[in-house]
């Protein structure tokens, strides 16, 4: 059988000091955040743009009809 290894390293607070875990926490928070606002973004974007695109159609010169808009010809 394969012995396994004992890990020596220290879990959890890491052993720069309270300015590496500060930064560690902050980075994390950014980046959990920032993956937070994209996929709001993407679910906006998805729902939205058929709607943002038929509003400013209808807002347009010469002003068509829905019908008009929605056809493909």
């Known amino acids: 059988m394969a012995s396994r290894g004992v890990s020596l390293k220290a879990k959890g607070k890491s052993s720069k000091g309270s300015k590496g875990l500060e930064d560690r926490s902050l980075s994390e928070s950014v980046k959990e ?3 937070w606002a994209m996929k709001k973004a993407k679910v ?15 807002n347009s010169e010469p002003k068509p009809q829905l019908s008009q808009l929605l056809s493909p010809v």
Do not use: E, K
């Open 33 to 35: 955040w920032s993956t």
């Open 44 to 58: 906006i974007t998805h729902y939205g743009f058929i709607p943002f695109v038929i509003i400013i159609g209808m």
